[in-house]
């Protein structure tokens, strides 16, 4: 007979809200959602392995139903109970309907999920809800001051290289926190920790043969659970990731997670019902006027998300993230589907938009679109209001442009050095509006751009076809890696000017996790599948490129120490004050105003230096191929920043830094920039 004993288990009916499972002193709730159901089981299950319940209860509508809540109070179950639901009603695919009554099905609510989604041995977990958190104290990292780094749990540390008693866990990434403090960085942004579905990808690798699975996890289905597969004790993800969090925030390190509200695991019509197909199909996902699944997330299906009960979930997911979990914020993938309305229309003023934004919940947390979709939206620059940040792409690809050398670029590097004011300023947004990336988890490495002119994506089983085809790149002159110093010299040079450029810009810099020493994934831009050395971090870089990690972590301090870049005003060429020099003016490289219409590959512009406590600076880029002569304005000045010199003289603290004359010709590289500080006490002025 089963563990559990039914005859000790008595059934009342429940309460309809909160959904979920709730575990009381007596016994455990359950409730679920279901419009069109005409028939719902609870399953009870003794071990996650099992296929068939140990028990399982039909809830008569009249006795377990209110409205379209179906709950069930159940005396004598304990915490830890393993469960799923069935739902038997109409299978009219052309009205959207698809129930299944032989199919059992995951809690859209449930916290903790075990087993094997994809072998369909997943059950939920109920557990009662821990309030133990009275020492966690948020960071509350302040806009200019944040600087976020992107990262996959697993990947950070699953190589053997990484060196931790946790490989792959977060565990291993609590004990990779000194690498983070040590770099600078203040928030990390995680790839989706929600429980995903799909994991194995139906094809193997060319190169080794072996099964390709999905590594980055946007698929997901347990949008309450964090993942199991990050945990090193099974089913102990939901502590150790609350242990994770509170070793970031001890840190001073906030979290940020990539959470994907456009679509689920469950995919097309061929694809697996786990979930939200069998309870309500027609309500969560869009469908069009013949029940085919409308597919703006490039995945398959869509979520319905301004769909009223979607929306409550959403809501309802984030503030459980916020509250009970302590995060400190999110970035929403393919954002611009949080604004379609039930037929796909993009609307303005979208009502989940505005409900995350003034949800008094989540006023604190910070609130990060990835302003475009798969249906061709492309909302960067107009994404919500005031609350919201965006990716900014189009940073992302003038930055790239101007450093490749490309014709017309220098005045759209202008804009978005300093914090794109075409895109915000407009609608009273200010940089901090402005997530400024070079590089993501999506496309090229910093080094890879530096490496490959196109993608090389033969491994992920799809003939070259997947991955974006213009990544606006420079190999330098080599495709891929090679034993040239010339060609590597130039490639560290260009690492160094990507990455000065990030914190030396206006807006909230976001760097891709080991882009500080020059990690790649050969050539490959859509690395989703490569669960395997060619995206995991290779540590020995660190060492390796011990140079370039120690540009990249003197950058970010560089930035913390002159607050002018972390403004939250846009420049406006003004004085700041009466008969100073204005915050900003730009130069051409002999030191005359800049004529923007006569476009070239280099510029100059000095940033003023009595707001904000700086010292004024000047900063000089030569994106050309060969070397720029720059005429150094009148004054006294320190070389504080040139990566056209080897380390340690590539970035320089104000007391070691080399003094230059004003006046004097200072020659940049080819693919260089310079900066240089007034001296204390001595102001310069043309």
Known sequence: MSELNAVHLHLMPGRAYPLGAAVRQSGVRFAVVSRYATRVWLALY???????????????????RTGDVWSVYIEGLASGALYMYRMDGPLTPKTGLRFDKNVYLLDPYAKVIVGDIQARTAKCVAFGEKQDWVDDVRPRVPLDRLVIYETHVRGFTVGESAGVPHPGTYLGLIEKIP???DLGVTAVELLPIQEFGETRLGRSSIASGQELHNYWGYSTVGFFAPTGRYAVVPGGQLDEFRRMVSALHKAGIEIILDVVFNHTSEGNELGPTLSFRGLDNAIYYMLDDEGAYRNYSGCGNTLNCNHPLVRDFILDCLRYWVTVLHVDGFRFDL?????????GRIVENAGLIERIAEDPT??????IAEAWDAGGAYQVGS???VRWAEWNGRYRDDIRRFWRGGEHARGDFATRLTGS???YQWAGRSPAHSINFVTAHDGFTLRDLVSYNQKHNRL????NRDGGDDNISWNCGIEGETGDARINALRLRMQKDFLATLFLSLGIPMLLGGDEFGRTQQGNNNAYCQDNPISWYDWRFLEKNADLFRFCKEMIRFRRENPVFGRLEFFEG??????????????????????WENDAPYLACRIGGVANDSVALYLMFNAARKDISFRVPRGAWLMRINTGQPSPRDICDAKDAPAVEGRSLLVLPAKSLAVLSCQPNAEASD
């Open 421 to 423: 004011s075409d895109l």
């Open 362 to 367: 989540l006023r604190d947390a910070k609130l």
């Open 460 to 463: 992920n089983g799809e003939d």
């Open 335 to 343: 954002a611009s589907i949080l604004g379609r309305d039930t037929k």
């Open 179 to 181: 690498h983070l403090k």
């Open 46 to 64: 003794d071990n996650a392995e099992d296929v068939e319940p140990a028990f399982e209860v039909e809830l008569d509508p009249e006795r377990y």
């Open 574 to 595: 003004k004085p700041a004050t009466n008969g100073g020099e204005p915050d900003i003016a730009w130069f051409d490289n002999t030191g005359e105003p800049i004529m």
């Open 383 to 385: 994404f919500g209001d």
